[in-house]
């Protein structure tokens, strides 16, 4: 077993308690450390070492890394798009500063991080971005602060690559969905809480309307692209901002259908509320063909096998 020590920053959120549960199979339970401002009660974090971490406090950050020596930092915390509409200022802070203080930490001489994770998003794209097929490099206008502050960060990364030649790679995610952890304060929330909606109460009100076409993508393949591009060797990473990701595209109509194959009474209504603007600034349908090419990106799962998976697992939750 390898003594590699990972530090998980933002473990807590959807994707880093996933995270560490995949990554703590890898590497050992006690060689992934999950950090977050506190610690959520999922059973995950019963498994390995737990630090209390605030990203924006950076003398408490260097603790943690004396104490570890992580080879590898996967760096999650973020506000996501809607809780960043609520307070902009500090969404800029927290995702930038954050990002900041792990790529000074990555640069210093002797620091021992050999390789960075940082997720950028559909949130990078705007409304002058082509809506289907999504190239990787097009126009780039974000309307949120969400997405302004993923674009800088992509711009950050490479510059810290090119200039300092750290290892960092990075995922445009879509909206990401999975039954283990709970999304929070995304545009693309709304595609969890439907399965539970539909389980539960045969019936959702989707904040979104009727046509709204997002990519997304089931939380397996999520991990698998982020452990991928990990562990490519560096030759594959040929580009060095952040690769197109995709999985499906649906609208609310379509993934209703999906769930009324198994469960035929459930309904759908439509009730859309900010959250609608930044939807319609997203693409719906992504190019990720630089992913296949370069380090052999390809999903397995489409929306139906996806509602198969996701209506069987919450099942348990609620009966
Ligand atoms: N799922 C994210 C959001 O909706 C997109 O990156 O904010």
């Known amino acids: 077993m390898s003594t590699e020590k990972i530090l998980v920053i933002g473990s807590c959120g959807q994707l880093g308690t ?9 590497y050992g339970e006690s060689n992934v450390i999950a950090s977050d401002i506190r610690k959520s009660d999922s059973e995950v974090f019963q498994s390995g070492p737990f630090e209390t971490l605030d990203i924006l406090d950076a003398q408490r950050f260097k ?3 004396m104490k570890y020596k992580p080879k590898q930092v996967y760096h999650l915390a973020a506000l996501l798009s809607a809780t960043a509409e609520k307070n902009p200022e500090f969404a800029w802070k927290l ?5 900041f203080h792990v790529l000074d930490a990555a640069k210093e001489e ?15 794209f705007g409304p002058n971005t082509p809506r289907f097929g999504t190239p990787q490099y097009g126009p780039m206008d974000p309307t949120t602060m969400y997405g302004v502050t993923k674009y800088t960060g992509e711009l ?13 790679r990075s995922l445009r995610y879509p ?30 009100e989707c904040f979104l309307g009727e046509g709204t076409t997002l990519p997304m993508l089931y939380m397996p393949d999520a991990l698998k692209a982020t452990l991928e591009v990990m562990h490519a060797p560096s030759e594959k990473i040929g580009m060095r901002m952040s690769y197109n990701l995709a999985g499906m595209s649906f609208a609310p109509e379509e993934i209703a259908a999906s769930i009324q194959k198994h469960l035929p009474n459930f309904s759908i209504s439509y009730n859309p509320d900010y959250r609608q603007a930044i939807a319609n600034s997203w693409p719906a349908v992504i190019d990720d063909s ?26 348990e939750i609620y009966f």
Request: hydrophobic content about 35%; overall charge negative.
């Open 110 to 124: 002797g620091s021992g991080i050999g390789r960075v994770y940082w997720p950028s998003s559909i949130a990078a």
């Open 18 to 26: 996933e995270l560490v549960e995949s990554l703590r199979e890898i």
């Open 290 to 315: 630089l992913a296949r090419d370069h380090w052999g990106w390809s999903p397995e799962y489409d929306l139906d096998a996806m509602t198969t998976d996701m209506l069987l697992n919450i099942k």
């Open 63 to 65: 603790e943690i890394l």
């Open 95 to 99: 995702n930038m500063d954050g990002l």
């Open 156 to 168: 950050l990364i490479q510059y810290y690559h090119n200039r300092y030649g750290v290892d960092i």
């Open 175 to 204: 909206g990401l969905i999975g039954y283990k952890s709970e999304p929070g304060g995304g545009t693309t929330d709304y595609a969890v809480a439907i399965y539970h909606d539909a389980l539960r109460d045969g019936k959702h």
